[in-house]
C-alpha cells in the first residue's frame, strides 16, 4: 500500500506544481486557502486510493473524480477567464496521462512490477526530473500568450479541441482499466496526443497572436491617417493664418494714419475707443507650443482644443527635443490613444479633467507617457483584471494597441484605477537613430 500512496503522490503533485507556477502571477481569491485545499484534497485522494485498492474497486474512477475537485478549486480561486484557464488545463492534464503512461508501460511491459510500484514510481520521477523544467517553461511561455489574446468569443468554444481530443484518446484506450498499463498502442496513442495538442496549441495561440497584432496595426493605421488629417488642417490653418498677417501689414498703414489723425486733433478718448476695437479684430489665434516635437505638438494641440470646446481642464507637461531618437509615429499612436480614452472617460462627468506628461528619461533613449483623468466610477473589468471597453465594442482596442506598441519597444503599459482616478503609464526604449526598425515582439 505504501508504494501506491508514492506512486500517487509522484504522478499527481508535479501536475499541482506546474499549475501553481503558471497562474502565480495571476489574481487569485486567497492563495493562501486554495494551496491548503489543493493539500487537502492530494492528501484525501492517496487515502481514498489505499482504501479503494483494499476494497478492490476501481481505482481509477476513483482517481478521476477527485482530479475533478481539485479543478474545481482551480477554476474558483484563480481570477482568469474560465475558458481560457480550462485550455490551459487540458494540457496540463495532457502532460500528466503521457508520462503515466510512459512509466506504467516501461513497468509492466519491460520491468514486469505493477503499474503502481516503486519502479513505476522513480520512472515517474526521471521522466519529471528530465522534462519539467522544459515543460513549466512552455506553459508559462502559453499562458502568457493565451492570456494577452482578447477574443472572448473563439475561446469559449476553441477549448473543446484539445478537449475532446484527450477525451478520445483516454477512451479508446480504455485508461480506466488497470490492464490498459501494458499496451504499446495505449503508449502510442498517449504520445500522439501530446504531440497533436502541443501542434494545435501551437498553431492556435500564433494565430490568435496575429489576430491581436493585425488589431492593432489597424489601430495604428487609424490613427496615422488621423494624425495626417490633423497636419493638412494645420496647414490650411497656417495658410489663413500667414494670409490675416498680410492683410494686417498692408492695412497697418490705414491704421497709422487714423491714429495720427486722433494725436493731431487731441481726441484721446477716441483713439483709445479705437485702438481697443483694433485690438479685438486684429487678434489671431495662435497654437500652443507643448513641445518642440511637431507631431506630437500638433497632436496635442488638437486634444488641447477638444478639451476647450468640451469644457475640460486640461494640463499638458512635454518635455520632448525637436527630433525623437525612433518611434516617431507610434509614439503619436500612443498619446492619441491615451487621449482619446480619457476623453471618452470624462464625458458625462460632472468635474472632469485630463493631464499628461511626456517626458525622455535622462541619459537613455526612454520615454515615458503618464496620462489620468477623473474617473469616479471604476471602469468595468474582466475577471482576469483587463478592462471591459464601453464604446460598443467586444474589447478595447486601443489600449490593446498601446500595449502592443509598448511590446514592440521593450517597455510596458500599465493601466489601473484608484480613488476616483484612472492612470496610464506608459514606457517606451526608443532605439538609437541608426537602429532601422524596433524589435519585432514575436521573435
Same mark, same amino acid.
Given at each position: &500500500?505504501?508504494?501506491?500512496?508514492?506512486? %500517487? =503522490?509522484?504522478?499527481?503533485?508535479?501536475?499541482? $506544481? $506546474?499549475?501553481?507556477?503558471?497562474?502565480w502571477d495571476y489574481p487569485w481569491r486567497s492563495k493562501k486557502l486554495a494551496v491548503t485545499l489543493i493539500s487537502a484534497n492530494l492528501l484525501f485522494k492517496m487515502l481514498t486510493m489505499i482504501g479503494a485498492m483494499q476494497n478492490g474497486w476501481n481505482t481509477r474512477v476513483i482517481e478521476l473524480l477527485i482530479s475533478l475537485v481539485g479543478a474545481a478549486i482551480y477554476f474558483f480561486f484563480i481570477r482568469a477567464d474560465k475558458f481560457k484557464l480550462l485550455f490551459s488545463y487540458v494540457l496540463i492534464i495532457d502532460y500528466l496521462v503521457v508520462v503515466r503512461g510512459i512509466a506504467s508501460f516501461i513497468s509492466t511491459r519491460l520491468l514486469h512490477s505493477d503499474f503502481q510500484s516503486w519502479q513505476a514510481s522513480m520512472i515517474c520521477i526521471v521522466i519529471y526530473l528530465l522534462t519539467l523544467p522544459w515543460m513549466m517553461h512552455f506553459f508559462r511561455k502559453m499562458s502568457f500568450r493565451i492570456y494577452q489574446t482578447d477574443a472572448p468569443a473563439v475561446w469559449h468554444t476553441i477549448w473543446l479541441i484539445p478537449a475532446l481530443t484527450t477525451l478520445v484518446v483516454l477512451l479508446f484506450t480504455n485508461t480506466y482499466r488497470a490492464d490498459s498499463a501494458?499496451?504499446?498502442?495505449?503508449?502510442?496513442?498517449?504520445?500522439?496526443? &501530446?504531440?497533436?495538442?502541443? %501542434? %494545435?496549441?501551437? $498553431? =492556435? %495561440?500564433?494565430? &490568435?497572436?496575429? $489576430?491581436?497584432?493585425?488589431?492593432?496595426?489597424?489601430e495604428q493605421n487609424r490613427q496615422n491617417q488621423y494624425i495626417l488629417s490633423l497636419q493638412r488642417s494645420q496647414f490650411a490653418a497656417l495658410q489663413d493664418h500667414i494670409e490675416q498677417i498680410r492683410r494686417a501689414r498692408h492695412d497697418l498703414r490705414q491704421h497709422q494714419n487714423i491714429i495720427q489723425a486722433f494725436l493731431d486733433s487731441g481726441n484721446t478718448d477716441a483713439m483709445r475707443a479705437y485702438l481697443r476695437e483694433l485690438s479685438d479684430s486684429a487678434a489671431v489665434d495662435s497654437p500652443r507650443v507643448f513641445c518642440r516635437n511637431y507631431p506630437i505638438n500638433l497632436l496635442l494641440n488638437h486634444y488641447a482644443g477638444v478639451c476647450d470646446q468640451l469644457h475640460i481642464p486640461f494640463e499638458c507637461v512635454a518635455a520632448l527635443p525637436e527630433k525623437l531618437p525612433a518611434g516617431e509615429p507610434d509614439v503619436c499612436v500612443v498619446i492619441g490613444n491615451l487621449l482619446e480614452n480619457a476623453l471618452h472617460a470624462c464625458t458625462g462627468q460632472p468635474q472632469p479633467w485630463v493631464r499628461i506628461v511626456i517626458k525622455m528619461v535622462p541619459g537613455q533613449c526612454g520615454l515615458t507617457i503618464l496620462a489620468d483623468n477623473s474617473a469616479p466610477v471604476p471602469p468595468k473589468t474582466r475577471a482576469d483584471g483587463s478592462f471591459i471597453s464601453d464604446k460598443g465594442e467586444n474589447s478595447g482596442i486601443g489600449t490593446q494597441s498601446v500595449q502592443y506598441i509598448a511590446k514592440q519597444y521593450g517597455g510596458t503599459a500599465d493601466f489601473h484605477w484608484e480613488d476616483g482616478r484612472f492612470m496610464a503609464s506608459v514606457f517606451l526604449n526608443l532605439p538609437p537613430e541608426n537602429a532601422e526598425n524596433p524589435p519585432d515582439p514575436e521573435g
Open positions: &500500500m505504501t508504494e501506491s500512496f508514492f506512486y %500517487v =503522490l509522484c504522478t499527481t503533485l508535479p501536475s499541482h $506544481i $506546474i499549475a501553481f507556477a503558471q497562474f501494458e499496451n504499446w498502442r495505449a503508449l502510442l496513442a498517449r504520445l500522439s496526443l &501530446m504531440c497533436s495538442t502541443l %501542434v %494545435v496549441c501551437f $498553431i =492556435l %495561440v500564433r494565430t &490568435m497572436s496575429e $489576430i491581436g497584432r493585425k488589431a492593432a496595426l489597424e
